[in-house]
Protein backbone atom coordinates (compact mmCIF):
# COMPACT_ATOMS: atom_id res chain seq x y z
CA UNK A 1 0.00 0.00 0.00
CA UNK A 2 1.69 3.38 -1.00
CA UNK A 3 0.11 6.57 0.69
CA UNK A 4 0.62 10.30 -0.60
CA UNK A 5 1.05 12.87 2.46
CA UNK A 6 0.74 16.35 1.53
CA UNK A 7 1.59 19.20 4.10
CA UNK A 8 4.98 18.39 6.42
CA UNK A 9 3.65 19.72 9.26
CA UNK A 10 3.06 18.41 12.98
CA UNK A 11 -0.27 16.68 11.64
CA UNK A 12 1.64 15.60 8.02
CA UNK A 13 4.87 14.46 9.83
CA UNK A 14 2.42 12.24 12.13
CA UNK A 15 0.83 10.32 9.62
CA UNK A 16 4.12 9.67 8.11
CA UNK A 17 5.15 8.12 10.83
CA UNK A 18 1.87 6.33 11.61
CA UNK A 19 1.26 5.03 7.75
CA UNK A 20 5.27 3.38 8.58
CA UNK A 21 3.99 1.94 11.56
CA UNK A 22 1.39 -0.03 9.49
CA UNK A 23 3.45 -1.11 7.10
CA UNK A 24 2.58 1.85 3.85
CA UNK A 25 5.23 3.04 1.52
CA UNK A 26 4.70 6.96 1.72
CA UNK A 27 5.84 9.61 -0.58
CA UNK A 28 5.46 13.55 1.10
CA UNK A 29 4.68 16.96 -0.99
CA UNK A 30 4.24 20.31 0.30
CA UNK A 31 3.66 24.06 -1.27
CA UNK A 32 6.48 25.39 0.56
CA UNK A 33 9.69 23.45 1.66
CA UNK A 34 11.72 25.23 3.72
CA UNK A 35 14.90 23.90 5.47
CA UNK A 36 12.97 22.45 8.47
CA UNK A 37 10.88 20.47 6.23
CA UNK A 38 13.55 19.24 4.25
CA UNK A 39 15.52 18.15 7.55
CA UNK A 40 12.36 16.03 8.65
CA UNK A 41 11.92 14.50 5.45
CA UNK A 42 15.31 13.38 5.40
CA UNK A 43 14.65 11.96 9.38
CA UNK A 44 12.03 10.47 8.68
CA UNK A 45 13.28 9.13 5.58
CA UNK A 46 10.80 9.87 3.08
CA UNK A 47 10.85 11.65 -0.79
CA UNK A 48 9.59 14.95 -0.30
CA UNK A 49 8.13 16.76 -3.72
CA UNK A 50 8.01 20.81 -3.80
CA UNK A 51 4.94 21.79 -5.64
CA UNK A 52 4.67 19.51 -8.36
CA UNK A 53 3.15 20.66 -11.32
CA UNK A 54 -0.35 19.26 -12.22
CA UNK A 55 1.29 16.49 -14.60
CA UNK A 56 3.67 15.51 -11.50
CA UNK A 57 0.76 15.50 -9.06
CA UNK A 58 -1.08 13.05 -11.39
CA UNK A 59 1.82 10.58 -11.80
CA UNK A 60 2.09 10.49 -8.26
CA UNK A 61 -1.66 10.69 -6.74
CA UNK A 62 -2.01 7.47 -9.21
CA UNK A 63 0.67 5.62 -7.96
CA UNK A 64 -1.14 5.66 -4.44
CA UNK A 65 -3.69 3.98 -2.56
CA UNK A 66 -4.60 7.02 -0.39
CA UNK A 67 -4.38 10.70 -0.22
CA UNK A 68 -3.80 11.85 3.12
CA UNK A 69 -3.92 16.10 2.93
CA UNK A 70 -2.50 17.91 6.31
CA UNK A 71 -5.28 19.84 8.04
CA UNK A 72 -4.69 23.19 6.06
CA UNK A 73 -5.07 22.17 2.42
CA UNK A 74 -8.02 23.43 1.38
CA UNK A 75 -10.97 21.83 -0.47
CA UNK A 76 -9.65 23.99 -3.44
CA UNK A 77 -5.97 23.17 -3.69
CA UNK A 78 -5.27 21.08 -6.98
CA UNK A 79 -4.17 17.70 -4.85
CA UNK A 80 -8.32 17.60 -4.24
CA UNK A 81 -9.47 17.77 -7.75
CA UNK A 82 -6.66 15.79 -9.19
CA UNK A 83 -6.98 12.45 -6.05
CA UNK A 84 -10.87 12.88 -7.35
CA UNK A 85 -10.16 12.31 -10.73
CA UNK A 86 -7.91 9.48 -10.47
CA UNK A 87 -10.72 7.89 -8.18
CA UNK A 88 -7.71 7.41 -5.33
CA UNK A 89 -9.32 8.35 -1.78
CA UNK A 90 -8.50 10.96 0.35
CA UNK A 91 -8.71 10.41 3.83
CA UNK A 92 -7.37 12.74 6.98
CA UNK A 93 -5.73 11.43 10.01
CA UNK A 94 -8.53 11.05 12.21
CA UNK A 95 -9.81 8.55 9.49
CA UNK A 96 -7.04 6.54 8.97
CA UNK A 97 -6.90 6.07 12.53
CA UNK A 98 -10.52 4.93 13.43
CA UNK A 99 -9.67 2.61 10.45
CA UNK A 100 -6.70 1.23 12.65
CA UNK A 101 -8.46 1.14 16.15
CA UNK A 102 -11.01 -1.11 14.65
CA UNK A 103 -8.61 -3.61 13.62
CA UNK A 104 -6.91 -3.46 17.49
CA UNK A 105 -6.66 -6.75 18.92
CA UNK A 106 -8.83 -6.51 22.14
CA UNK A 107 -11.19 -5.08 20.09
CA UNK A 108 -11.54 -0.62 19.55
CA UNK A 109 -11.70 1.71 22.49
CA UNK A 110 -14.73 4.44 22.91
CA UNK A 111 -13.92 7.24 20.48
CA UNK A 112 -16.33 10.57 21.90
CA UNK A 113 -16.47 13.74 19.43
CA UNK A 114 -16.62 16.97 19.22
CA UNK A 115 -17.24 19.96 16.37
CA UNK A 116 -18.69 23.05 16.10
CA UNK A 117 -17.48 26.52 14.60
CA UNK A 118 -16.36 27.54 18.60
CA UNK A 119 -15.88 26.11 21.97
CA UNK A 120 -14.26 22.49 20.29
CA UNK A 121 -11.08 22.95 22.68
CA UNK A 122 -12.78 23.79 26.35
CA UNK A 123 -15.54 21.20 25.55
CA UNK A 124 -12.99 18.57 24.85
CA UNK A 125 -10.74 18.91 27.66
CA UNK A 126 -14.20 18.81 29.89
CA UNK A 127 -14.76 15.90 28.81
CA UNK A 128 -11.28 14.65 29.10
CA UNK A 129 -11.65 15.51 32.81
CA UNK A 130 -14.53 14.14 33.63
CA UNK A 131 -13.37 10.64 32.40
CA UNK A 132 -10.53 11.15 34.20
CA UNK A 133 -12.32 11.94 37.33
CA UNK A 134 -13.95 8.91 36.69
CA UNK A 135 -11.08 6.49 36.74
CA UNK A 136 -11.05 6.17 32.63
CA UNK A 137 -7.81 6.69 31.07
CA UNK A 138 -7.99 9.07 27.98
CA UNK A 139 -6.35 11.92 26.27
CA UNK A 140 -7.66 14.89 24.09
CA UNK A 141 -6.83 14.29 20.50
CA UNK A 142 -7.35 15.06 16.60
CA UNK A 143 -7.02 19.00 16.55
CA UNK A 144 -4.95 18.87 19.32
CA UNK A 145 -1.07 18.83 20.59
CA UNK A 146 -1.86 15.10 20.00
CA UNK A 147 -2.95 13.84 16.34
CA UNK A 148 -5.12 10.88 16.69
CA UNK A 149 -3.35 8.43 14.75
CA UNK A 150 -0.30 8.99 17.56
CA UNK A 151 -3.06 8.58 20.24
CA UNK A 152 -4.30 5.08 19.06
CA UNK A 153 -0.53 4.08 19.22
CA UNK A 154 -1.00 3.84 23.23
CA UNK A 155 -1.50 1.19 25.09
CA UNK A 156 -2.14 2.58 28.47
CA UNK A 157 -5.74 4.43 27.23
CA UNK A 158 -9.30 3.73 27.94
CA UNK A 159 -10.91 5.82 25.63
CA UNK A 160 -10.53 9.13 23.11
CA UNK A 161 -11.85 12.50 22.64
CA UNK A 162 -11.34 13.86 19.74
CA UNK A 163 -11.48 17.57 18.70
CA UNK A 164 -12.74 17.87 15.46
CA UNK A 165 -12.24 20.52 12.66
CA UNK A 166 -14.13 20.57 9.42
CA UNK A 167 -11.09 20.04 7.74
CA UNK A 168 -10.37 16.89 9.62
CA UNK A 169 -13.94 15.88 9.27
CA UNK A 170 -14.20 16.87 5.37
CA UNK A 171 -12.33 13.23 4.98
CA UNK A 172 -13.74 10.82 7.06
CA UNK A 173 -15.66 8.36 4.70
CA UNK A 174 -15.68 5.57 7.94
CA UNK A 175 -14.99 7.82 11.19
CA UNK A 176 -17.79 6.89 13.52
CA UNK A 177 -17.87 7.67 16.77
CA UNK A 178 -19.52 6.31 20.03
CA UNK A 179 -21.15 9.83 20.69
CA UNK A 180 -20.42 12.79 18.92
CA UNK A 181 -21.37 16.36 19.92
CA UNK A 182 -22.08 19.52 17.43
CA UNK A 183 -21.49 22.30 19.07
CA UNK A 184 -22.47 25.59 16.82
CA UNK A 185 -22.36 26.45 13.65
CA UNK A 186 -21.53 30.14 11.75
CA UNK A 187 -19.64 31.18 9.23
CA UNK A 188 -15.58 30.42 9.41
CA UNK A 189 -12.78 28.98 7.01
CA UNK A 190 -15.00 29.99 4.13
CA UNK A 191 -10.73 30.38 2.43
CA UNK A 192 -10.76 26.49 3.23
CA UNK A 193 -14.14 25.36 2.50
CA UNK A 194 -15.83 26.06 -1.30
CA UNK A 195 -19.20 27.13 0.39
CA UNK A 196 -20.90 27.66 3.86
CA UNK A 197 -22.96 24.50 2.64
CA UNK A 198 -19.60 22.41 2.23
CA UNK A 199 -18.29 23.96 5.84
CA UNK A 200 -21.76 22.71 7.21
CA UNK A 201 -21.48 19.12 5.45
CA UNK A 202 -18.11 18.96 6.70
CA UNK A 203 -19.41 19.38 10.49
CA UNK A 204 -22.59 16.87 10.01
CA UNK A 205 -19.94 14.14 9.13
CA UNK A 206 -19.46 13.46 13.09
CA UNK A 207 -23.14 11.90 12.92
CA UNK A 208 -23.01 10.22 9.32
CA UNK A 209 -21.73 6.88 9.70
CA UNK A 210 -23.48 7.11 13.64
CA UNK A 211 -25.34 3.73 14.17
CA UNK A 212 -28.88 3.66 16.72
CA UNK A 213 -26.48 2.42 19.36
CA UNK A 214 -24.75 5.77 19.42
CA UNK A 215 -25.90 8.89 20.38
CA UNK A 216 -26.01 12.34 18.68
CA UNK A 217 -25.39 15.48 20.54
CA UNK A 218 -26.56 18.86 19.37
CA UNK A 219 -27.34 22.45 20.46
CA UNK A 220 -31.06 23.29 20.63
CA UNK A 221 -30.44 26.98 20.21
CA UNK A 222 -28.49 26.30 17.22
CA UNK A 223 -31.12 25.74 13.95
CA UNK A 224 -28.95 24.23 11.64
CA UNK A 225 -27.59 22.27 14.07
CA UNK A 226 -30.60 20.88 15.03
CA UNK A 227 -32.43 20.47 11.68
CA UNK A 228 -28.98 17.96 10.73
CA UNK A 229 -29.38 16.32 13.96
CA UNK A 230 -33.14 15.41 12.46
CA UNK A 231 -30.93 13.16 10.23
CA UNK A 232 -29.12 10.88 12.58
CA UNK A 233 -29.73 7.68 12.89
CA UNK A 234 -28.37 7.68 16.37
CA UNK A 235 -30.14 8.31 19.81
CA UNK A 236 -30.16 11.78 19.61
CA UNK A 237 -29.96 14.04 22.95
CA UNK A 238 -29.79 18.02 23.10
CA UNK A 239 -28.39 20.32 25.17
CA UNK A 240 -28.81 24.09 26.65
CA UNK A 241 -32.38 25.93 27.39
CA UNK A 242 -35.13 23.41 27.44
CA UNK A 243 -32.88 20.32 25.89
CA UNK A 244 -32.35 17.37 27.09
CA UNK A 245 -29.33 18.81 29.41
CA UNK A 246 -29.98 21.91 30.45
CA UNK A 247 -30.24 24.24 33.84
CA UNK A 248 -32.79 24.26 35.86
CA UNK A 249 -33.59 26.24 39.15
CA UNK A 250 -33.57 24.00 42.66
CA UNK A 251 -36.32 25.93 44.06
CA UNK A 252 -33.48 28.16 46.18
CA UNK A 253 -32.45 30.53 42.89
CA UNK A 254 -29.55 27.75 43.23
CA UNK A 255 -29.14 27.00 39.16
CA UNK A 256 -28.24 23.12 38.77
CA UNK A 257 -26.87 21.23 35.90
CA UNK A 258 -30.10 18.64 34.98
CA UNK A 259 -29.92 15.52 32.43
CA UNK A 260 -32.33 12.79 31.62
CA UNK A 261 -31.45 11.10 34.74
CA UNK A 262 -31.90 13.93 36.88
CA UNK A 263 -29.14 16.73 38.62
CA UNK A 264 -25.37 17.01 37.72
CA UNK A 265 -23.89 19.28 39.72
CA UNK A 266 -24.92 23.12 40.59
CA UNK A 267 -23.40 25.74 38.26
CA UNK A 268 -22.08 27.37 41.43
CA UNK A 269 -19.76 24.39 42.35
CA UNK A 270 -18.46 24.90 38.41
CA UNK A 271 -14.88 26.58 39.30
CA UNK A 272 -15.84 28.56 35.95
CA UNK A 273 -19.13 29.60 35.47
CA UNK A 274 -19.02 32.00 32.78
CA UNK A 275 -22.54 31.68 29.78
CA UNK A 276 -20.18 30.00 27.62
CA UNK A 277 -18.61 27.06 30.46
CA UNK A 278 -22.13 26.23 31.25
CA UNK A 279 -22.97 25.42 27.79
CA UNK A 280 -20.24 23.52 27.07
CA UNK A 281 -20.47 21.44 30.64
CA UNK A 282 -23.65 20.66 29.28
CA UNK A 283 -22.46 19.05 26.21
CA UNK A 284 -19.76 18.03 27.50
CA UNK A 285 -21.68 16.15 30.54
CA UNK A 286 -23.74 14.60 27.35
CA UNK A 287 -20.78 13.29 25.91
CA UNK A 288 -19.65 11.34 28.66
CA UNK A 289 -22.72 9.92 30.71
CA UNK A 290 -24.91 9.34 27.67
CA UNK A 291 -21.81 6.51 26.86
CA UNK A 292 -21.89 5.36 30.92
CA UNK A 293 -18.34 6.07 30.88
CA UNK A 294 -18.64 8.24 33.88
CA UNK A 295 -21.19 9.13 36.28
CA UNK A 296 -22.68 12.30 37.65
CA UNK A 297 -20.60 12.43 40.96
CA UNK A 298 -17.53 12.36 38.67
CA UNK A 299 -18.69 15.13 36.87
CA UNK A 300 -18.84 17.27 39.51
CA UNK A 301 -15.98 16.72 40.67
CA UNK A 302 -14.12 17.56 37.07
CA UNK A 303 -16.18 20.87 37.02
CA UNK A 304 -15.41 21.58 40.62
CA UNK A 305 -11.28 22.01 39.03
CA UNK A 306 -11.59 22.46 35.72
CA UNK A 307 -10.17 26.31 35.03
CA UNK A 308 -10.42 26.02 30.51
CA UNK A 309 -8.11 26.35 28.01
CA UNK A 310 -5.35 29.11 27.70
CA UNK A 311 -6.12 31.78 25.02
CA UNK A 312 -9.84 31.36 26.02
CA UNK A 313 -11.19 33.93 27.88
CA UNK A 314 -7.93 33.47 30.44
CA UNK A 315 -7.67 36.52 32.91
CA UNK A 316 -4.40 37.92 32.67
CA UNK A 317 -4.92 40.44 36.21
CA UNK A 318 -6.91 43.21 37.68
CA UNK A 319 -4.92 46.68 37.91
CA UNK A 320 -6.95 50.11 38.78
CA UNK A 321 -9.82 48.45 38.67
CA UNK A 322 -10.04 46.84 35.49
CA UNK A 323 -9.80 43.28 33.96
CA UNK A 324 -7.45 41.53 31.49
CA UNK A 325 -8.41 39.21 29.18
CA UNK A 326 -7.03 37.19 26.87
CA UNK A 327 -9.14 35.54 24.51
CA UNK A 328 -7.00 35.29 21.32
CA UNK A 329 -8.26 31.64 20.71
CA UNK A 330 -11.77 33.34 19.97
CA UNK A 331 -10.78 33.41 15.78
CA UNK A 332 -14.46 33.74 14.54
CA UNK A 333 -16.63 36.42 14.55
CA UNK A 334 -19.25 33.78 16.91
CA UNK A 335 -16.41 33.15 19.41
CA UNK A 336 -15.81 36.91 19.88
CA UNK A 337 -19.95 37.41 20.62
CA UNK A 338 -20.22 34.80 22.87
CA UNK A 339 -16.93 37.03 24.98
CA UNK A 340 -18.50 39.94 24.65
CA UNK A 341 -21.71 38.79 26.06
CA UNK A 342 -19.62 38.03 29.37
CA UNK A 343 -19.15 41.74 30.32
CA UNK A 344 -20.31 44.52 30.72
CA UNK A 345 -18.51 47.53 29.81
CA UNK A 346 -16.25 46.24 27.34
CA UNK A 347 -12.95 47.68 25.76
CA UNK A 348 -12.22 45.52 22.76
CA UNK A 349 -8.94 44.82 20.82
CA UNK A 350 -10.24 42.52 17.92
CA UNK A 351 -8.90 41.67 14.53
CA UNK A 352 -6.65 39.73 12.45
CA UNK A 353 -6.08 37.77 9.41
CA UNK A 354 -9.25 37.62 7.18
CA UNK A 355 -10.81 34.42 6.62
CA UNK A 356 -13.27 36.19 4.48
CA UNK A 357 -16.41 36.06 7.09
CA UNK A 358 -18.88 38.36 8.15
CA UNK A 359 -17.71 40.61 11.10
CA UNK A 360 -21.10 42.14 11.82
CA UNK A 361 -21.89 39.05 14.35
CA UNK A 362 -19.35 40.37 16.76
CA UNK A 363 -21.18 43.61 17.00
CA UNK A 364 -24.37 42.28 18.35
CA UNK A 365 -24.27 43.03 21.78
CA UNK A 366 -22.85 46.64 21.18
CA UNK A 367 -24.37 48.05 23.96
CA UNK A 368 -21.68 46.40 26.10
CA UNK A 369 -18.69 47.55 24.12
CA UNK A 370 -17.47 51.46 25.33
CA UNK A 371 -14.39 51.30 22.71
CA UNK A 372 -13.25 49.06 20.31
CA UNK A 373 -9.41 49.26 18.84
CA UNK A 374 -9.23 47.14 15.69
CA UNK A 375 -5.79 45.64 14.71
CA UNK A 376 -4.33 43.61 11.55
CA UNK A 377 -5.63 42.73 7.78
CA UNK A 378 -9.52 43.23 8.94
CA UNK A 379 -9.18 46.29 11.05
CA UNK A 380 -11.81 48.72 8.72
CA UNK A 381 -13.62 45.95 8.24
CA UNK A 382 -14.02 45.72 12.65
CA UNK A 383 -14.16 49.28 12.86
CA UNK A 384 -17.30 49.50 9.97
CA UNK A 385 -19.34 46.67 12.40
CA UNK A 386 -18.77 48.44 15.56
CA UNK A 387 -19.79 51.60 14.23
CA UNK A 388 -21.24 53.90 16.63
CA UNK A 389 -19.38 52.50 19.33
CA UNK A 390 -18.38 55.99 21.30
CA UNK A 391 -14.86 54.93 20.60
CA UNK A 392 -13.55 53.13 17.60
CA UNK A 393 -10.12 53.61 16.28
CA UNK A 394 -7.52 51.51 14.27
CA UNK A 395 -3.77 50.79 14.40
CA UNK A 396 -2.33 47.47 12.72
CA UNK A 397 0.08 46.06 15.40
CA UNK A 398 -1.13 44.84 18.44
CA UNK A 399 2.01 46.67 20.62
CA UNK A 400 -0.22 49.78 19.82
CA UNK A 401 -3.32 48.50 20.27
CA UNK A 402 -2.49 48.19 24.28
CA UNK A 403 -0.67 51.18 24.47
CA UNK A 404 -3.98 52.98 23.33
CA UNK A 405 -6.54 50.93 25.42
CA UNK A 406 -3.57 51.51 28.60
CA UNK A 407 -5.11 55.26 28.17
CA UNK A 408 -8.61 54.62 27.64
CA UNK A 409 -9.77 52.65 30.20
CA UNK A 410 -11.15 53.05 33.35
CA UNK A 411 -11.86 51.48 36.67
CA UNK A 412 -14.73 48.94 36.20
CA UNK A 413 -13.96 48.46 32.76
CA UNK A 414 -12.94 44.75 31.19
CA UNK A 415 -10.53 44.77 28.30
CA UNK A 416 -10.45 41.94 26.08
CA UNK A 417 -8.88 40.32 23.69
CA UNK A 418 -10.73 38.33 21.58
CA UNK A 419 -9.89 38.81 17.74
CA UNK A 420 -12.88 37.47 16.05
CA UNK A 421 -10.22 36.92 13.26
CA UNK A 422 -7.14 34.29 12.96
CA UNK A 423 -3.81 35.21 14.00
CA UNK A 424 -2.00 34.44 10.84
CA UNK A 425 -1.68 37.87 9.35
CA UNK A 426 1.12 38.64 12.65
CA UNK A 427 1.53 35.61 14.42
CA UNK A 428 2.26 32.21 13.87
CA UNK A 429 -0.78 30.92 15.79
CA UNK A 430 -3.59 32.50 18.11
CA UNK A 431 -1.41 31.41 21.03
CA UNK A 432 1.70 33.24 20.10
CA UNK A 433 -0.31 36.19 19.66
CA UNK A 434 -2.09 35.72 23.64
CA UNK A 435 1.58 35.58 24.84
CA UNK A 436 2.60 38.35 23.42
CA UNK A 437 -0.64 40.45 24.40
CA UNK A 438 -0.18 38.75 27.90
CA UNK A 439 3.42 40.65 27.81
CA UNK A 440 2.20 43.54 26.55
CA UNK A 441 -0.52 43.72 29.78
CA UNK A 442 1.68 43.20 32.54
CA UNK A 443 4.64 45.44 31.37
CA UNK A 444 1.69 48.04 30.60
CA UNK A 445 0.66 47.66 34.15
CA UNK A 446 3.78 47.12 35.98
CA UNK A 447 3.58 43.39 36.77
CA UNK A 448 6.45 40.60 36.93
Not at 342 to 360: E, T
Not at 397 to 415: F, K, Q, S, W
Request: one cysteine or more; hydrophobic letters at 45%.
Amino acid sequence: MRALVHGLAVAGASTVRALRRHGWEVVVSDDSVTAARAELARQLDVELLERPDLAALGRVVASCDAVCPAPGVPETHPLIGVAGDAGVEIVSEIELAYRWEQDRPGGPRPMLAVTGTDGKTTTTLMAVEMLRAAGVATVDAGNTDTPLVDAIAADDLDAFVVECTSFRLAWTPTFRPDAGAWLNLAPDHLNWHTSMASYAGAKERIWVNQRGDDVAIGSIADAAVVEALGRARARRRTFGEGGDYRTESDGSDTAVLVGPGGAISTVAAMRRSLPHDVTNALAACALVLETGLADARSVERALGSFTGPSHRLEWVGRWDGVDWYDDSKATTPHAAAVAIHAFDPVVLIAGGQDKHVDLAEMAVERERVRAVVAIGETRDAIAAAFDGVAIVETTEHLDVAVERVGEIVRPGDTVLLSPGCASLDQYGSFAERGERFRDLVTELNGAP
